[in-house]
Every structure is written in C-alpha cells, then in structure tokens.
C-alpha cells in the first residue's frame, strides 16, 4: 500500500536559518505530492503540490521537487521566519481507484528569533 | 469565497453517546472526505461521498457512518463512543476527480470523549 515517512522532530532553527524537511514515499503508479501547513489550533492548509516527476511547486518561499528515482519530496526554505512555525505534512494522492490523501505523521517546526 | 467549514468547532462527549459532525464544502467542489487526527499524527482517512453515495472508505468501523445532502454538504456520524474517538476531525472537499490537485481542508472539530 501507499506511505508517506518523514523525518521526526520536533525541528527548532533559529531565524533567517536554511530549512530542510526530509519526505520518502512509497506508491503505485504516479502520484501527486503535497506539502500541508497546520498552524496551532488550525486544519491544514495546502502549502505546495506536485503532480508528476522533475515538478517543482512552490509558494510563500517554500520549494519541494518530486524525484521519482529516490521516491523524495524533500520541503525546504531558504530562510525561516518565527511565522513559518507549525506542523508540515507530507502527503501523496495516489488516484487510479484511490481517493485518499496519504500523510506522514508530521513535523513539528519551532523558529526562534 | 467561503472555503469549507465545519461546525461546531468543539465538543465533549461521554463514552457511549453518539456524535453528528457537519461539513459545508468549498463552493464549486462536489466531493467531501472526513480524517481524524489524533493528536501529534498525521490524518487518517475515514471516507469520502460523492453524489450522496459512500465512494472509498478507509480502515475504520461501522461505527463511523456518513450522509452527503443534495447541495454536497456531508455529516460524519459517531456511534457508541469511545475514549480513543478523541481526535481532531477533518473535512475536506474537491471538484470530482480533481483530487490529484489537492484538497481544501477545514478547520476541523476537536472531539473529545470523556
């Protein structure tokens, strides 16, 4: 079956540092790959996407590029902010019959100014 | 443009009672699916509705049963509660076989069960 793993935090950079959030997945076929945000006591919000292999999506700063020969979605940042603290989620929408989004269990990022 | 919303926001409930959870779906998107989030996990999918049928549903029992209306808002219903039913319960919506886009989330329903 489809999984998503990510690497485990809690993740505390300073202000202005280099952030890199490492995703792996495991899926049949072609899947679309997601980046979600939860701020605290917040649902998710869709950060970033990708859809098919070498996409790089993009937004708010952040950047992820799907790489279909290392099965990675790894999100990074050049330069955090004390805003930018929150969970990330790594997510993959396989289609072809499945409708579901698979997550990973989730990052916890703490920027400190 | 409203993007989906779910009431209430909050609720305790004690175990062995019954829950109705509500989702209002992002306007223009025809396709509703529940999550739980337990805390400091990633969402786990419940199951989705299209056309008021059940179209895919994840691993989780009959206790979890679900209704989508004619104008695609949907209901998650909750039998015979349990502590571990305590979770953050998440809506999202898209348009019909637009999943691979993503989906819009809400801002979810914190149950807690007591």
Not at chain 1, 79 to 106: E, I, R
Not at chain 2, 27 to 44: I, N
């Amino acid at each position: 079956g489809n999984s998503v793993t990510q690497m485990e935090g809690p993740v505390t950079l300073s202000e202005e540092a280099f952030l890199t959030i490492n995703c792996t997945y495991t899926a049949t076929g072609y899947p679309s790959l997601f980046w979600y945000v939860q701020y605290p006591g917040e649902g998710l919000q869709l950060l970033l996407k990708a859809t098919k292999a070498d996409d790089k999506g993009s937004n708010k700063g952040f950047e992820a590029t799907y790489r279909k020969e290392t099965t990675s979605f790894h999100l990074e940042k050049g330069s955090v902010q004390v805003s930018d603290s929150a969970v990330y989620f790594c997510a993959l929408y396989s289609g072809a019959g499945s409708y579901q989004l698979t997550f990973g269990k989730g990052t916890k990022l703490s920027v400190i100014p | 443009d409203a993007g989906v919303t779910q009431s209430p926001t909050h609720l305790i409930k004690t175990r062995g009672q019954q829950v109705t959870l509500r989702c209002s779906p992002k306007s223009g998107h025809d396709t509703v699916s529940w999550y739980q989030q337990a805390l400091g996990q990633g969402p786990q999918f419940i199951f989705q509705y299209y056309e008021e049928e059940e179209r895919q549903r994840g691993n989780f029992p009959d206790r979890f049963s679900g209704h989508q209306f004619p104008n695609y808002s949907s209901e998650l219903n909750v039998n015979a509660l349990l502590l571990g039913d305590s979770a953050l319960y998440l809506c999202a919506s898209s348009p019909i076989d637009r999943g691979s886009y993503g989906y819009t989330f809400g801002s979810g329903t914190r149950l807690t069960v007591v």
